[in-house]
C-alpha cells in the first residue's frame, strides 16, 4: 500500500510527471509514425486539404508538449494526490458548467456569428479565471479571435462572420 505524497518525500519514478510524459510521447510517437506511414493521411479531398492534416498536427503537438514535460522543472513531482480524486458537488457543477458554455458559445456563434461570439467568450472566460484589468481581456480576447480565425481562413474553413 503506498502513502500519499507529502513535501520533501521521495517518489517513485514511476509515479512521477517524467514517467507519464515518457509512456505519453512514446504512445504519441508511435501513432505519429502510424499516421505518416498510413496511405490516407495523404489522400487528397476535394478542397485541395489531405484527410490527414488535422490527425497529424494534433498529435504532432501533443507530442511536442509531452517531450516539454520530460524536461519540465516539476517532473519529479507525482502526478496526481489523493485530493484529485474527490468527486465533489462544486467540481462536478464546473463540468456541466464547462459542457454548457461550449453549447452557449456554439449557439451565439449561430446567432451573432464568429469574431463577436468568440470576443464575448473569451472574455468572458478570461474574467471568470480571475483576470480583471479590461485592456488585458479586451486585448487578448481580440488576439485569439483574430488568430483562431486566420486559421481557420487559411484551412479553408468558413466561419460565420455575420448571423446572415
Request: charged share 10%.
Amino acid at each position: 500500500m503506498t502513502r500519499p505524497h507529502q513535501e520533501g518525500q521521495a517518489v517513485s519514478s514511476l509515479a512521477s510527471n517524467r514517467a507519464f510524459a515518457i509512456c505519453l510521447a512514446v504512445i504519441l510517437a508511435v501513432l505519429l509514425v502510424y499516421l505518416l506511414a498510413s496511405p490516407e493521411t495523404f489522400r487528397e479531398l476535394r478542397d485541395g486539404f489531405y484527410l490527414g492534416i488535422i490527425p497529424v498536427l494534433t498529435v504532432g503537438g501533443m507530442l511536442v508538449c509531452a517531450i516539454s514535460m520530460v524536461f519540465d522543472g516539476k517532473r519529479r513531482e507525482p502526478f496526481h494526490s489523493s485530493d484529485e480524486y474527490r468527486l465533489t458537488l462544486p467540481i462536478v457543477g464546473l463540468a456541466i458548467g464547462a459542457l454548457l458554455s461550449i453549447y452557449v458559445f456554439y449557439r451565439a456563434i449561430l446567432l451573432i456569428g464568429f469574431p463577436l461570439a468568440s470576443l464575448l467568450y473569451l472574455a468572458g472566460l478570461m474574467f471568470a479565471l480571475g483576470i480583471r484589468a479590461p485592456t488585458v481581456i479586451a486585448i487578448a480576447s481580440a488576439v485569439m479571435t483574430a488568430l483562431v480565425y486566420a486559421a481557420f481562413s487559411l484551412l479553408g474553413f468558413a466561419l460565420p462572420v455575420w448571423p446572415f
